[in-house]
């Protein structure tokens, strides 16, 4: 499986700042959590279904932990935006290399890594990755309806 894009990739820094919330962290395991934290306090207040909610604080977390596990980044930026009613984009951005193939690989029944973009390919709606127009590096952005 390869990135469902769709021909909307416009990046989360051209959405309204009242729309969209921005997190910069260090690229270490213990950011994962402050993520998925910081994103469910986000989205708490504007009151979309619960679902859509945890299933983009699970993408979140998700996407900023292939990026500390997977780049050479020392800085990762996580943003969530609503680009429509009940619609959320969520992106991901490093500072490493151009890199453009990402795979989707299926882990074993007893492995615990290797399902992050396997998760993400079965909830989003589209997703992909970019360079990106903020760090230089990469975006891996999702984008989730309700």
């Known amino acids: 499986m390869s990135p ?12 309204s700042p009242d729309r ?3 997190l910069e962290l ?10 998925r934290r910081s994103a469910n306090i986000w ?3 504007r009151r979309l279904p619960e679902d859509l909610c945890a299933d983009t604080a699970l993408l979140l977390s998700e996407l900023a932990t292939n ?11 996580c943003g969530i935006g609503l680009i429509a009613e ?12 151009p890199h453009h193939r990402l795979s989707v690989r ?5 492995g615990e890594n290797g399902r992050g973009l396997f998760l993400v ?10 360079r990106s127009e903020l760090t230089d590096g990469n975006v891996v952005w999702a984008i989730l309806k309700g």
């Open 106 to 110: 299926r882990s074993g029944l007893d």
């Open 43 to 45: 989205l708490t207040p």
């Open 67 to 77: 990026a500390v596990r997977h780049t050479l980044s020392t800085r990762i930026l």
């Open 20 to 22: 969209a919330y921005w």
């Open 121 to 130: 390919d079965q909830l989003a709606d589209a997703w992909g990755v970019d």
């Open 86 to 97: 009940l619609s959320l984009r969520i992106e991901v951005h490093d500072r490493g290399l």
């Open 4 to 15: 469902r894009t769709t021909s909307s990739t416009r990046q989360l820094a051209a959405v």
């Open 26 to 35: 260090p690229a270490h395991r213990s950011s994962i959590g402050l993520a």
